[in-house]
């Protein structure tokens, strides 16, 4: 069951209290406190490092934007593909890796639809570019998403009221937790806020979907605050590509080697989709 949702005439409120939860003091309730404690958390993350000496330490989730799309219709192996970091992605050590860093990878094998075997095309992410630093990376695959799911989780369920700021505009994310807006809080399907909303995305606790077969925790992370762009606490897998799994998400032996499958058809992922990768080392 979805959270009740507040009208836009009602956001006030919500964030006033919201507030008065991480100022009151002596008489929080533990589930106060648990609020109190994710927005402290997230403003504890503002501190920027030398972009020269940033480390990005396992565990980082990156919410990452492809440039261009691929597909097992045409591309080569070696072919490049390359991404862009979708929201400011805060770091455990004070360092912030700033939205709109670029990304880069390789496809490294392709098979198309054929008689007896279903579409099959692998890839690895090896490097961020970060002011003409490249940084190597090892990432798995957390969960893969649509050109139109990114756009539908942009989009305010309702239009904002005469008067009404945009950036107020309630947001369901890609997996069911609602965004109440910029500084507003994130709740999971259970209405329990996992974290906060930003200007370009939330910063939230990772969690496990119930069967699922990601991980809840994400190696070296702990329950430090990602940077999920418009992904839920416990997004996982493929979302608005019928047909397309995750059928190696790099996670293990061969690590960072990501593998898309479809039985049905040609995998064709557009420009314009959205990963949440997972860094490993």
């Known amino acids: 069951m979805k959270p009740f949702r507040f009208p836009f005439a009602k956001h006030v409120i919500l964030r006033v209290t919201f507030l008065l939860l991480i100022f009151t003091s002596g ?3 533990p589930a106060q406190t648990k609020h109190a404690l994710v927005a402290a958390d997230i403003h504890a993350t503002d501190n920027q490092a030398d972009p020269k000496h940033l480390t990005i330490p396992a565990g980082t989730i990156l919410p990452v934007i492809l440039n261009q799309g691929f597909s097992t219709k045409n591309p080569h192996a070696s072919q490049a593909i390359t991404g862009r970091v979708a929201q400011d992605v805060p770091l455990p050590n004070g360092g912030m890796l700033g939205a709109g860093a670029k990304v880069r990878g390789t496809i490294l094998s392709v098979s198309a639809v054929g008689k007896n075997a279903g579409a099959k095309i692998s890839f690895r992410f090896t490097e961020i570019e970060i002011q003409h630093r490249m940084i190597p990376i090892v990432a798995d695959l957390r969960a893969l998403a649509s050109f139109m799911e990114i756009q539908f989780a942009q ?5 904002p009221e005469f008067g009404t700021p945009y950036r107020w505009a309630t947001t369901d994310q890609i997996g069911g937790d ?3 807006g910029v500084d507003g809080p994130v709740t ?3 209405g329990e806020t996992v974290g906060r909303g930003t200007d370009g995305g939330v910063l939230v606790r990772v969690t496990k979907q119930s069967g699922s ?7 070296d992370g702990g329950d430090r605050l990602q940077a999920l762009w418009v992904f839920s606490s416990d997004a996982c897998g493929v979302y608005g590509m019928p047909g397309v799994k995750i059928l190696h998400a790099g996670r ?3 690590l960072g080697e990501i593998v898309l499958s479809s039985e049905t058809g040609e995998v064709n992922v557009r420009a314009g989709a959205g990963l949440l990768l997972r860094l490993i080392e």
């Open 155 to 159: 989009t305010p369920e309702t239009s």
């Open 178 to 180: 609602v965004k109440y």
């Open 213 to 219: 077969a990601c991980r809840r925790g994400d190696f």
């Open 27 to 29: 008489t929080a309730t």
């Open 252 to 254: 293990t032996e061969p």
């Open 188 to 190: 999971d399907s259970g």
